[in-house]
């Protein structure tokens, strides 16, 4: 089964805590700190195999959790780190969260690799933090809280040449004349509901990968019929080839087919507008006037690389691959500049980690959201007053007491963080 589009859940792995400890040793009635740092919580990888093909596993599985690291332990011993969790992927893979629709990765080639959700650090325990003014303190970090998120993963065929035209014109017979594969074929419309791919060879020896593509309908841009699920994997080809039937035998016209693709491909991405392309008369067996040709060369224009064919018949075929061969190997000289959408790597950059925001609840209450607050509110360890105390300390280093003076806070009001409830005092 071919499946090329999935929602999955990642949470990658919370950090261990820090552990308060203190020497224990004979004859030393003072004993130091002693409490080791938490191990880093699993990150989750996604790594190209371009031995797989579709993203049928993710559909049985959608649930991703990576291991926690260990806690910290005694005698300053450091929790042990877990081992990330590597999640294999087909290459082509594009990776976006859900909540934004952010690219977070674009996997492409054999081998590459992308942390998608970074796992938590470690807490430090309480002999991370001995100074001169506290030299025995009392408090140890909880381990950093893993990312949780929805992502969707598409894939985007890696094919050279993708046969793009509306449904029932050819364009599985020709990929079944020119190569091994073998997608089923039959005289009615969406025959092929899945890409095929096969590998192709022309006369003198180049080989190239051909993609069958479902096919298109007028509207298809805007989603219509299979739409986007069609249009993806266009993206990804070097050499486009446009499959006419040019005997218009299920009562359409040749030339209003062949400007109503283009406009769909245009408005997806007008990028693909300017890909190489090759257009294919195909079922020339069926016509009983081939001038019929010539008139469509005219209304296109000459300029076109147009080539008439029957693929059913097997005619004409082999002077089709060694054009194609030729527009790749011309493809792959000028490398065929991509537009802003299709960049190959993303880079995921942290929004301002100091940035908070303060609300009101209905009752009143101030609430406090941030990335960074919200981290340091799950790694303070609440039950010690120590911690307590350098968990303010921080907010009011943060600024977060002055905005909330600004906002008109009184002594005795309520702040609320992440379901954590705290009374002001001035």
Excluded: C, W
Aim: glycine share 10%; charged share 30%.
């Amino acid at each position: 089964m071919f499946v090329d589009q999935v929602k999955v859940f990642l949470k990658s792995g919370d950090g261990g805590n820090g552990l308060v400890a203190y020497r224990r040793e004979k004859y030393v009635p003072m004993g130091g700190p002693a409490g080791g740092d938490g191990g880093d919580g699993a990150s989750i990888i996604f790594e190209v195999d371009e031995g797989l093909r579709t993203l049928l596993d993710f559909r049985y599985q959608r649930h991703f959790k990576a291991k926690r690291g260990e806690n910290g332990m005694s005698a300053n011993m450091h929790g042990k780190n877990s081992e990330p969790l590597i999640l294999k992927v087909p290459p082509g893979t594009v990776i976006k969260k859900v909540e934004d629709d952010e690219t977070v990765a674009d996997l492409t080639t054999h081998g590459q690799q992308a942390v998608v959700a970074r796992g938590g650090r470690g807490g430090r325990g309480n002999s991370r933090f001995a100074s001169s003014r506290n030299p025995a303190p009392d408090f140890a970090e909880n381990g950093e809280p893993g990312e949780e998120f929805e992502v969707i993963m598409e894939l985007k065929l890696m094919a050279d040449v993708g046969l793009v035209g509306f449904p029932s014109v050819g364009k599985s017979t020709i990929l079944n004349s020119v190569s091994r594969a073998k997608p089923k074929i039959g005289a009615y419309h969406f025959t092929t509901i899945a890409p095929n791919l096969g590998v192709v060879q022309s006369g003198d020896g180049r080989s190239f990968v051909m993609a069958d593509l479902p096919g298109l309908i007028e509207g298809a841009a805007e989603g219509s019929g299979l739409g986007h699920q069609f249009l993806r994997h266009v993206e990804r080809t070097k050499v486009i080839v446009h499959v006419i039937d040019i005997s218009e035998s299920e009562g359409r016209d040749s030339v209003q087919d062949y400007h109503t693709i283009r406009q769909e491909l245009g408005e997806y991405n007008p990028a693909l507008l300017e890909r190489p392309e090759i257009i294919v008369l195909n079922k020339t067996d069926l016509l009983e006037d081939m001038d019929i040709i010539e008139l469509f060369k005219q209304e296109i224009g000459e300029d076109k690389e147009i080539v008439a064919i029957s693929a059913a018949a097997s005619d004409n075929l082999q002077p089709l691959l060694y054009k194609v061969a030729d527009a790749l190997d011309a493809s792959d000289e000028e490398e065929i500049e991509l537009d802003e959408t299709e960049e190959r790597v993303v880079y995921r950059h942290e929004k301002d980690p100091d940035a908070f925001k303060i609300s009101r609840d209905d009752d009143g209450a101030y609430v406090v959201s941030g990335p960074t607050i919200e981290r340091v509110f799950m790694m303070t360890d609440f039950n010690r007053d120590a911690a307590v105390r350098r968990f303010a300390r921080q907010m009011r280093s943060m600024g977060i007491d002055d905005a909330l003076r600004e906002r008109g806070i009184q002594t005795g009001d309520t702040v609320r963080i992440l379901g954590g409830e705290f009374e002001f005092v001035e």
